[in-house]
């Protein structure tokens, strides 16, 4: 399994890759790396805001999962990793 350093890494890499294609895509992706970031700095991170990056990439994942778009970001990866981290703290 990737580190939560590298899916914030993909995430942002997916955001600069669908900014001009799909900017709501584009601001999940930012949303997920900026919060698996505050995660990983150990600064507190209110359950609004982590419920509400959960809850859309949990969508995405549903709407998109057989999707056969070529580079369509791994959210349920993204997701994963942000319930591992929260399991933790």
Request: net charge positive; hydrophobic share 35%.
């Amino acid at each position: 399994m990737a580190s939560p350093a590298e899916v914030a890494n993909d995430m942002l890499a997916h955001a600069s890759y669908w900014r001009s294609r799909d900017r709501r895509i584009a601001s999940l992706c930012n949303d997920a790396s900026a919060l698996i970031r505050m995660m990983l700095d150990g600064d507190r991170v209110d359950g609004r805001r982590y419920h509400g990056v959960w809850r859309r990439l949990l969508d995405n994942e549903r709407k998109y999962y057989s999707s056969k778009v070529q580079g369509w970001p791994n959210f349920g990866r993204a997701r994963s990793c942000i319930e591992m981290m929260k399991d933790k703290t």
